[in-house]
C-alpha cells in the first residue's frame, strides 16, 4: 500500500473548516484513499473515503487532486466533538489498513 | 451506519490467564474481521485477519498461538490471550467488514486490557 504523510497536528476554531491534508505521491491506480478518526479511547470511525472524483457525504468532503498525489479532507464546521486523531489511509479493495500516525486536529473555543 | 461491539470493554486479569474478547458486527453480515492492538500514544497497528469459516491470517511478528482467533459465524470474532502477561496489557480493538456492502471497515469500541 503506498504511504501516506500528514502534518502531527493541526488547530482550528469551532465553526470554522478544518482542512486536513494528506500526501500519498506513491498512490497507485486502483488504490483509494479512505478518511478515518480516532476520538480518545475509542475505536476510530469511518469517515469518507474516494478513488479519483470528490466525495461529500453527511460528515465530510473529500478533496483529490487530479494526479491523485494529495487529498484534503474538509470538515465543513468545526466542532469541540471533532477532536480527534484523523487517519489518511491508502490502500487497495479488501486490503488491510495500514494506520499511519496521523493529524491530531484540536478544535478551540 | 453499522455497528461493531466488543465484549468485554475492559479486563484485568492475573499474568498467567487466558482472556476472550469477543467482537460482533449487529447488524450486518462480516465476512472479514480484523484485530488491532493499540499500546499508549501509538497508532493502531494490525494483528490479524480473520475470514469467516477459515483460518486467520497473522502479521508478521505476531505469535499465532498466543493469540487465538476464531471467526465461525458472521457476525462473530474472537480474540483469545492465552497465558497473558504484563506485556500484552494494550487497547484491543476489532473491526469489521463486508465486501457486498463496501470496503470500508467499521471498528468497534475497543477492549481495554489490563494483566497485572
Known amino acids: 500500500d503506498a504511504k501516506t504523510t500528514q502534518p502531527p497536528s493541526m488547530d482550528c476554531a469551532e465553526g470554522r473548516a478544518a482542512n486536513l491534508p494528506c500526501n500519498h505521491s506513491?498512490?497507485?491506480?486502483?488504490?483509494?484513499v479512505y478518511w478515518y478518526r480516532q476520538i480518545h479511547s475509542q475505536g476510530p470511525q469511518y469517515i469518507i473515503h474516494g478513488l479519483k472524483n470528490n466525495e461529500t457525504n453527511e460528515m465530510a468532503s473529500l478533496i483529490i487532486t487530479e494526479d491523485r498525489k494529495s487529498s484534503t479532507l474538509i470538515l465543513p464546521h468545526a466542532t469541540l466533538r471533532d477532536t480527534a486523531v484523523y487517519y489518511c489511509i491508502v490502500t487497495g479493495t479488501a486490503s488491510k489498513l495500514t494506520f499511519g500516525t496521523g493529524t491530531r486536529l484540536q478544535v478551540t473555543l | 451506519g453499522a455497528v461493531v461491539s466488543q465484549h468485554p470493554s475492559r479486563v484485568i486479569c492475573k499474568s498467567g490467564t487466558s482472556v476472550k474478547i469477543e467482537c460482533r458486527s449487529l447488524?450486518?453480515?462480516?465476512?472479514?474481521m480484523f484485530w488491532y492492538r493499540q499500546f499508549p500514544k501509538k497508532s493502531l497497528m494490525l494483528m490479524a485477519t480473520s475470514n469467516e469459516g477459515s483460518k486467520a491470517t497473522y502479521e508478521q511478528g505476531v505469535e499465532k498461538d498466543k493469540f487465538l482467533i476464531n471467526h465461525a459465524s458472521l457476525t462473530l470474532s474472537t480474540l483469545t490471550v492465552t497465558s497473558a502477561h504484563p506485556e500484552d496489557s494494550s487497547f484491543y480493538i476489532c473491526?469489521?467488514?463486508?465486501?457486498?456492502?463496501?470496503?470500508?471497515?467499521?471498528f468497534g469500541p475497543g477492549t481495554r486490557l489490563t494483566v497485572l
Open positions: 506513491t498512490i497507485s491506480g486502483n488504490e483509494y
Open positions: 447488524d450486518f453480515q462480516a465476512t472479514t
Open positions: 473491526s469489521a467488514s463486508n465486501p457486498a456492502g463496501g470496503y470500508e471497515q467499521f
